[in-house]
């Protein structure tokens, strides 16, 4: 069996339920497969959640040369959007970058395009991964809000009753 096309049933499973209902033996079942076939590919159901996590962000692909060309603004801007378009195709695959950092060949190809364009601009290198980091990370916060996963939004609250309810009315009434 191809690597390919476990991943890509697992990444079925993932957009067709939540990233929860994908375990080795439904995949098994959904490919008319043993676990032991994949095991053969993948040591657990995490490593196969960090290859469809990736899948998702082999559809990043960027015109590399037009982004250079465009200045790194441009490049970050674009990034961003293409990073949210495959997630909100993907609804369900938000909830696992809350989780983990993705680390997969496709994401680090993403990184570290951006970075080198703007570290090409001048940016100092720590910089540069804070300029990259910001906007990923406001991209996954809004792909959470789209997502399907059931995270619960307001299961942390701070405990306000010491601090004096009557100096933080804005975040009494958020929650």
């Avoid at 395009?113 to 980091?133: M, Q, T």
Wanted: proline share 4%; hydrophobic share 45%.
């Amino acid at each position: 069996m191809r690597t390919d096309r476990i991943i890509d049933a697992a990444l079925a499973i993932v957009d067709d339920e939540c990233p929860d209902a994908l375990s080795m033996r439904v995949q098994a079942q959904r490919l008319d497969s043993g676990t032991a076939t994949l095991y053969r590919h993948f040591a657990n159901r995490g490593e196969l959640l960090a290859r469809v996590v990736d899948r998702v962000f082999s559809e990043v692909a960027a015109d590399a040369q037009r982004l250079d060309a465009s200045g790194w603004q441009e490049a970050c801007r674009v990034t961003a959007k293409m990073m949210f378009d495959a997630l909100r195709r993907h609804r369900n695959v938000a909830a696992l970058l809350v989780e983990r950092v993705p680390g997969g060949p496709n994401m680090m190809a993403i990184r570290e395009h951006v970075i080198s364009v703007l570290l090409d601009n001048g940016f100092a290198p720590e910089l540069a991964a804070r300029c990259y980091a910001t906007p990923a990370r406001y991209v996954l916060g809004f792909s959470i809000q789209l997502s399907d996963a059931g995270i619960e939004y307001g299961a942390v609250q701070p405990d306000l009753q010491y601090l004096g309810v009557d100096r933080y009315p804005a975040t009494v009434g958020a929650r």
